[in-house]
């Protein structure tokens, strides 16, 4: 398609200044840290044919924080219309929305931002598609990783393969609790308030250890995608989270 020389229209919940095209857009002022305590990956591949905005409305009643759409086997377009339809049963809830990986998709459905990986769009250029609004969140596999990473341009990042997962077939071998806290220490050392979360095989029943750890929170896909009781998932993590915290603190 022709570029235009307008500044093409926003969807709802981006905003685009006029330079977005032209390099990576610095961040203006603060907004407020996006909330890891519990994220929720809504992928129909664990999620055993039940509508995805079902399981995202019940994970929100559980407490989830927020919520990302991804897929890897289906059209575009079917893409944008489950996002849509996942806003549409997110509205006045507060739980935020991202996409996983299709900047397009997210810009398409208006949703709140996007989630990208190590070989997914570089996150300068995600950024500046996004617009500095957006939330935009990466995934770091090593503490090289960490290092390397435009923690200006991002809002979150989430330490991977903390545990053995069949969520995702090309996952890493494990790093466990010590490797995640690395990859955490490494992030904060150059952003101290940055978000950290940490991803893959994670249950009610190690979130509390993960939290211990040093991590913001935690995310999930099978662990509420493939339970029975997706709300039930949710509010026993949540739990499982909030305990924790409450344990530092003594």
Request: proline share 7%; hydrophobic share 50%.
């Amino acid at each position: 398609m022709a570029r235009q020389s307008a500044t093409p229209p926003s969807p709802p919940h981006a905003v685009y200044p006029s330079s977005w095209r032209g390099r990576p857009i610095a961040r203006e002022g603060a907004r407020p840290a996006v909330d890891l305590s519990v994220y929720v990956v809504l992928d129909p591949s664990t999620a055993s044919g039940r509508p995805l905005t079902d399981i995202a409305r019940a994970a929100v009643a559980g407490g989830a924080t927020l919520l990302q759409y991804r897929d890897k086997h289906v059209a575009t377009g079917t893409m944008v219309e489950t996002t849509r339809a996942l806003l549409a049963a997110l509205a006045g809830s507060g739980v935020p929305l991202v996409v996983n990986d299709r900047i397009d998709v997210a810009l398409a459905a208006g949703a709140d931002g996007a989630h990208v990986g190590q070989d997914d769009m570089a996150v300068a250029d995600a950024r500046r598609l996004l617009g500095p609004d957006a939330i935009l969140g990466l995934s770091l596999n090593s503490v090289a990783e960490a290092d390397a990473a435009e923690l200006d341009l991002l809002d979150y990042v989430c330490g991977q393969c903390a545990f053995a997962t069949a969520s995702k077939a090309d996952a890493p071998p494990p790093i466990g609790v010590a490797g995640i806290a690395e990859i955490a220490a490494t992030v904060r050392r150059r952003a101290p308030a940055m978000p950290v979360g940490a991803i893959s095989g994670i249950t009610a029943e190690n979130a509390g250890a993960v939290i211990a750890a040093g991590m913001d929170g935690v995310a999930v896909i099978s662990a509420v995608c493939a339970a029975p009781d997706p709300e039930a998932a949710t509010r026993a993590l949540r739990r499982a989270v909030d305990a924790a915290r409450a344990e530092a603190s003594e």
